[in-house]
């Protein structure tokens, strides 16, 4: 199995909550498995072969659908608690009792339910591109989301140059190279997420990202050492947000990188692997 | 030369704009050194072993004494500007052409400074614990900070536990570590800060950190790219102004490190270190 790399890892399944999950396991066996949490409408095609192989050396990565998305079974609920009850119901199904938890956007809202539904489950957390409950601008899709969101594409990836990166010349190039990389996988690929996803996945960002008395206070359960990673200018989940994170957990870094927006981690792949992975064996 | 360490390098003298400046210089040589800006009150004997030490595994090392501090003669400028004219002449005197520079509080003002005086001369930039012009709470001394350096202390070097740690048990404890660190070169040492030195630098930073119109348009002028790195907590120069260097310079990284006030790099010195060191060989 250590063989397998994010182009053949198959896609395998696991029963739990009266889902069929869909998952990709490969890397080095051993430790703690760094298990990923997607972002919006995506799939497990959408990670970074990048940044899912880079990791891969050193640990065990598992890709997943969590539920009602791609080529998982079940519907996705309209809350971030309950995405993140399907999400430690697949974790606990594959036999492990301790991980490594990273989310990325709608995903590090999962992860960090995750982490406060799992308690000793969670071994440390990486949150990337995301933002706390009630966080700056986080109640609906920011006006730069609904426009980057609400376009047509000749090829529809490309909705994604506009959402992880920035209109620098730099950072749309690195763009194109992500969206090179996350294609490269061409057997065994996920259908792309169905039309009820969208709307489900709204109504769970909106409930959780209305501002409410002592918004940040939950993130004292967050005990768990945390990495908070985004760009310096995250127009999907505002860079602000991190920096929050960072403020209100108990134990957290935060790392932000520079012409970046959104998807920082794609436009630097090797830095990225190289903080987390220096976060996680410390 | 290879073998001085920050514990046996000897202090030497250089003379440029009519000063006698102090230097200690050790390491890996070969590329940029690094040049090491202090903080208020601060001489080189304030810089902590396990820093300077680890990073001149890899790369030269220079510390100093600015005019009118400890060992070099001269007087100390009441602004930052005519600080960083003389540390930039201070380097050319050494005969160098390009250098990176780090600078840690008062000493990141004068590095960014440096920068924008020096050009070329500058390859790469760490600001420490540090803000920009006009930054939040920079105008006079943080209360923090009027309570931290107005108090008695049995111990001198004990106003560094509450300027550069937080209250916690484990910061204080890397606290006291660093106390003993920094004591343990015991030869030629350099002379505490003489008495006219404090109220230059209160000065000085009372007129670099007044609000103005457009208070950040100058961090434009550096192109260079930037590593920011604080603490969570910082009360000296509060952490929020890390933040906003960040966000303004047009090519920065920032970290900020869970649990530590102003002295992060002394609290977290191989972290500090393996970042930094990775930051500068990108």
């Known amino acids: 199995m250590a063989s397998y790399t994010h ?7 696991v029963n739990a909550n009266g889902i069929r999950f869909a998952y990709r396991r490969f890397g080095k066996a051993g430790g703690a498995p760094l ?4 972002h919006f409408n995506g799939t497990m095609d959408h990670w970074d072969p990048a940044v899912t192989d880079g990791f891969a050396k050193d640990r065990e990565v598992i890709l997943f659908d969590n539920a009602g998305i791609a080529s998982s079974s079940g519907e996705v609920p309209t809350s971030i608690e309950e995405m993140a009850a399907n999400a ?3 974790i606990k199904a594959l036999g492990l009792t301790q991980v490594d938890v990273l989310g990325f956007s709608l995903g590090g809202l999962v992860a960090q339910e995750i982490t406060i539904a799992g308690g000793a489950l969670v071994r440390r957390l990486v949150l990337v591109g995301t933002g706390p409950r009630g966080g700056e601008g986080m109640a609906t899709l920011t006006p730069e989301a609904q426009a980057v969101f609400g376009a047509k594409y000749e090829n529809p990836d490309e909705v994604w140059l506009g959402a992880f990166f920035t209109p620098s010349k730099a950072s749309q190039a690195a763009g194109r190279e992500y969206l090179r990389r996350f294609r490269l996988r061409t057997e065994d690929r996920d259908p792309e997420a169905n039309e ?4 489900a996945q709204v109504e769970a960002l909106g409930k959780w990202g209305a501002r409410q008395a002592n918004s940040y206070q939950y993130l004292k359960q967050i005990a ?5 990673v985004n760009g310096s200018s995250d127009v999907i989940i505002y860079t602000i947000n991190s920096y929050i994170l960072q403020q209100n957990l108990p134990d957290a870094q935060l790392i932000l990188y520079p012409d970046a927006n959104h998807g920082s981690q794609y ?6 692997v190289r903080h987390v992975s220096a976060f996680l064996s410390e």
Do not use: E, G
């Not at 182009?7 to 399944?13: I, L, N, W």
């Not at 298990?35 to 997607?38: E, L």
């Open 35 to 38: 298990i990923f949490n997607m």
């Open 196 to 199: 009820k996803v969208a709307p």
């Open 7 to 13: 182009q053949t890892a198959p896609t395998q399944f």
């Open 224 to 228: 768990q050492p945390t990495l908070v």
């Open 88 to 90: 430690v119901a697949f």
């Open 267 to 272: 436009q630097y792949p090797a830095r990225f």
